[in-house]
């Protein structure tokens, strides 16, 4: 598993099949690991194509397969996950596609569908997940979700009355609920799906009005986060080549475009929700000089260097705080700069990356501060 960054293997378990399945350390899967067994139990064994709308490491499709030699597909929108995932579903009938929700090739191909309600995304990314299930489905097909009361599973099942137009609960063991509906010919899903149809919201930055693009899924869906601005108001402009490391809905990127037209800019994401949702921004603010690709710790831009690197890291691991992949992103920023080149970080209260930052760079200087967040510029020592 040399190419799953620092992969960790772990049980999981349902219906008498128990598993090894591997996951990077930024995938969430494994939070919702409780879920698999109330799920397949309810779903009895699989006839047909199913479809795990969110299926991060593909754990559940690994029991399906391994239990029925089911045939289907995992969704994952996180490039980590998507590794994992295909390592864990090699040599079996399931693929894994890309995506948040559904692709649009992915409508009404599938007999069941699977949410694993991911709580910590909220409500809307929920709806997105059961409209997405809803639409993936043919007539007939039925769709599952589980979730936990003290998760918000009873607001998630109300989903389904609006667009289902009804459900039934369907009793396991245990204290993971479970409920299904099914696809009728009458029901029409009402809402957002894929990441062009979520719309987009005006902000004001460093004086520049703004069109930013946004998905439930893609970091700060609606709003401008204090530490993003914070850290848009620290650049400086370049003629350079520019790099927003985990550029989310792509406000970093564009207003580095504003500031220095004369620029090249790439942004990277390793997240696909926010590979599109960017490319989205670049286009309604007409910024012709930024370039959006997916990365994972920007290991596929190998040979580029970079003049500036802008970053604000992720500081959760789903519904868990995690410090590692900013850790790793800034290793990388390093690897990523040219020596003559400037890496500017910001931090919040709840993340202290002094000690790497002066691990990874020659020079670390602050540039701002306030009550939670702190910017730094980075650089290597200049060459003697
Ligand atoms: C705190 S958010 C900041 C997003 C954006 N720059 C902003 O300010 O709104 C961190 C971003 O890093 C991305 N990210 C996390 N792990 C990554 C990785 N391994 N490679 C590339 N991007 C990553 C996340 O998907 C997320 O969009």
């Not at 879920?35 to 194509?49: D, K, Q, S």
């Not at 609960?169 to 010919?185: L, N, Q």
């Not at 921004?281 to 012709?288: I, K, M, Q, R, V």
């Not at 970079?306 to 290793?331: E, K, N, Q, T």
């Amino acid at each position: 598993m040399a190419d799953l960054w620092q992969s960790a293997t772990r049980r999981v378990a349902s219906r008498n099949t128990r598993l090894s399945v591997v996951a990077a350390g930024d995938c969430p899967g494994r939070s919702l690991d409780r879920y698999i067994g109330p799920l397949l139990e309810a779903a009895g064994p699989l006839r047909g194509r199913f479809i795990d709308v969110c299926g991060w490491d593909g754990s559940l499709a690994a029991v399906a397969a391994s239990a029925d030699d089911a045939v289907g597909v995992c969704n994952s929108h996180l490039i980590g996950s998507v590794r994992s995932a295909r390592a864990n579903l090699k040599g079996t009938s399931c693929e894994v596609r890309p995506a948040f929700g559904i692709e649009p090739a992915q409508t009404e191909r599938f007999d069941v569908a699977f949410i694993r309600a991911p709580y910590w995304l909220g409500n809307r990314a929920v709806r997105t997940l059961v409209h997405a299930a809803l639409l993936s489905l043919q007539e007939g097909g039925e769709v599952y979700l589980a979730g936990e009361r003290s998760r918000g599973f009873d607001t998630f099942a109300r989903l389904f009355d609006d667009a289902f137009g009804g459900f039934e609960r369907v009793v396991v063991p245990g204290r993971i609920k479970v409920v299904r509906a099914r696809r009728t010919t009458r029901q029409l899903t009402q809402g957002p799906i894929f990441a062009s149809e979520f719309g987009e919201y005006g902000a004001m930055v460093n004086g520049w009005e703004l069109r930013v693009a946004r998905h439930p899924a893609v970091f700060a869906d609606g709003r401008v986060d204090d530490a993003t601005r914070m850290l848009i108001d620290c650049l400086h402009e370049s003629t350079g080549r520019q790099l927003d490391l985990g550029c989310g809905s792509g406000l970093l990127a564009a207003a580095m475009a504003r500031m220095s037209p004369e620029s090249r800019i790439m942004a990277v994401d390793s997240n696909v929700a926010a590979v599109e949702v960017c490319t989205r921004t670049a286009e309604l603010n007409g910024l012709t000089n930024v370039s959006v690709r997916p990365s994972y710790f920007g290991e596929e831009l190998r040979s580029e260097s970079f003049d500036v690197i802008g970053c604000y890291p992720p500081f959760h691991v789903g519904p868990s705080v995690s410090h590692d992949a900013a850790r790793r992103l800034i290793r990388e920023a390093a690897r990523l700069l040219k020596s003559t080149g400037e890496f500017v970080v910001v931090q919040s209260s709840a993340q202290s990356h002094e000690g790497v930052l002066r691990k990874w760079f020659g020079q670390v200087r602050e540039m701002a501060r306030s009550r939670s967040h702190r910017v730094y510029s980075c650089s290597h020592p200049p060459a003697d």
